[in-house]
């Protein structure tokens, strides 16, 4: 079969995807990335074969443009995404319209516009059998409808996506006949090249989670798969330390690699954090990029600042990870069985964490109430209870048995295989 993924020029979500692009080649498929041309690099370097279509547009261009149109640019979820944290009495059907216009115009067709029409006509030259998309990239269910091919949301996260929409369909089920300013705008598109807006464009035929059941984020009345996490960072090189086992307990703190890649601000204060453990018996190993470890003063004897280090080779190591609450990353240690302080700041870092927290495989605090003293008191309640680790272990075994990328991509194709007859 022709497979087809795409996603918008965001490393961190591609990185996600490729496990099962893998599964799918290996598998015999022929697969392929469609991307904007600043994402070839990326897709290349995972050893699958990248077309690049429309232009380069990414989030933080995007964010920047924010302010200008109305949007909210404070921590957290953006509306009408946040709709997975309020009560249900704040959510109305005239807060959902606006929201969703402002989240439209501000955002989705600075993304989706320059992809859409090149990734269309691209669908239409090569006619895949099955397009992969991850949430925000509309763009990729607007081609699979052009074209008639069978398409699946690749989630990245918790489906605020999702459950924002089933709002909507709720409440405007109750009082017909109003404006659907996301089906108007996703339905334009279907107009243009042939076809007709479904719900499906909005959150495809199907759904793919790869977070650890305990922690997924579901919308009522969605068809949804679990994939088993595979860790993946991108190219890396394991480092000589890291052949022998930590003569301390050795704990991972580590603040994303989106931060990295955009050359951000930690949202934590990595010097506080330092300081506070610095008298610890442990091995702290830091990654911490270049530019802000010039902007340290002290860097405690315990620690071990390193750009980037593959969390694969790391977190089997550690006794406990300090973590942004990153899907990649939290999804990682919960791979190895590692307990974990997240602290959270953006999108649905801080949904996540709570779940976390709730399950027992780690604690969380918030990056804006963040200090060192408490880091360090988070930290050694997890070093020192046993019931985080028994937990944490609990919850590798709940991930490990999810099916993995081969057994998931060979339930994929027979689906499609069925569907078509």
């Known amino acids: 079969m022709r497979i087809l993924f795409t996603c918008y020029p965001e490393r961190t979500h591609f990185l996600l995807m490729a496990p099962l692009a893998w599964a799918l080649r290996t598998a015999g498929h022929d697969v392929r990335v469609a991307c904007q041309p600043k994402l070839t690099k990326a897709v290349n370097q995972a050893g699958l074969t990248a077309v690049p279509v429309g232009s380069d547009r990414d989030l933080w261009q995007v964010a920047g443009r924010l302010n200008g149109a109305g949007a909210r640019l404070a921590p957290g979820l953006a509306e009408p995404y946040d709709a997975a944290e309020r009560a249900p009495k704040e959510i109305t059907l005239d807060w959902l319209r606006d929201a969703y216009r402002v989240r439209i115009g501000a955002a989705h067709k600075m993304t989706n516009a320059p992809l859409a029409g090149a990734l269309t006509e691209y669908a239409q030259h090569w006619r895949p059998d099955l397009v992969v998309w991850e949430p925000l990239t509309f763009a990729g269910a607007i081609a699979a409808e052009a074209t008639g091919a069978a398409h699946a949301r690749m989630l990245i996260g918790a489906d605020v996506y999702g459950i924002a929409r089933q709002h909507f369909l709720r409440l405007s089920a109750q009082q017909p006949g109003g404006q659907d300013p996301l089906g108007s705008w996703l339905g334009g598109y279907a ?231």
Request: net charge neutral.
């Open 191 to 421: 107009d243009r090249y042939g076809a007709q807006f479904s719900e499906s464009m909005v959150t495809g035929q199907f759904s793919i989670d790869l977070l650890p059941p305990s922690l997924q984020v579901h919308a009522p009345g969605l068809d949804y798969r679990s994939l088993r996490f595979t860790p993946y960072g991108g190219p890396a090189v394991v480092p000589r330390w890291l052949w022998e086992p930590p003569r301390r307990p050795r704990v991972a703190l580590t603040l994303g690699l989106t931060v990295s890649d955009h050359g951000l601000p930690y949202p934590v204060d990595v010097q506080d954090v330092l300081d506070a453990v610095g008298d610890l018996d442990i091995e702290l190993v830091a990654t911490v990029s270049d530019a802000a470890r010039q902007r340290l003063a002290r860097i405690p004897d315990n620690a071990r600042l390193v750009p980037y280090v593959p969390m694969q080779a790391l977190l089997p190591t550690c006794a406990a990870v300090i973590h942004h609450a990153g899907v990649g990353t939290l999804t990682t240690a919960a791979f190895y069985g590692v307990p974990q302080l997240a602290l959270p700041w953006d999108v649905d870092q801080p949904l996540l964490s709570s779940r976390l927290a709730a399950h027992g495989a780690g604690l969380t605090t918030h990056a804006t109430r963040a200090t060192g003293e408490s880091v360090r008191a988070a930290l050694l309640r997890l070093l020192e209870d046993g019931a985080f680790r028994e937990r944490a272990r609990d919850l590798r075994a709940e991930l490990r048995a999810v099916p993995h990328a081969n057994a998931v991509a060979r339930d994929l194709v027979e689906q499609v295989a069925a569907a078509r007859g």
